[in-house]
């Protein structure tokens, strides 16, 4: 049920005034995504959760100023 929310949460935190970036990840069964190196074990996953930080990352940067 959590992806079926998800689009409403964003929109009301938008209507709140918060900032909410486009980019977003979910992962199905995340105890068993998670490898050992507490990484996401499959790569593509791996990558897009690397753009979604970077992105939270960037904007969070451009906020500060």
């Known amino acids: ?3 079926r929310v998800l689009f409403h949460v964003r929109d009301i935190l938008g209507y709140l005034g918060m900032q909410v970036i486009p980019q977003q990840l979910a992962v199905g069964r995340a105890h068993e995504a998670i ?3 507490h990484r ?3 790569p593509k ?4 959760l690397e ?5 939270l990352a960037d904007t969070a940067r451009r906020l500060r100023t």
């Open 45 to 48: 996953q791996q990558a897009t």
């Open 51 to 55: 753009g979604v930080a970077k992105a």
């Open 35 to 37: 490898g050992p190196d």
């Open 40 to 42: 996401l074990v499959d």
């Open 1 to 3: 049920g959590g992806m």
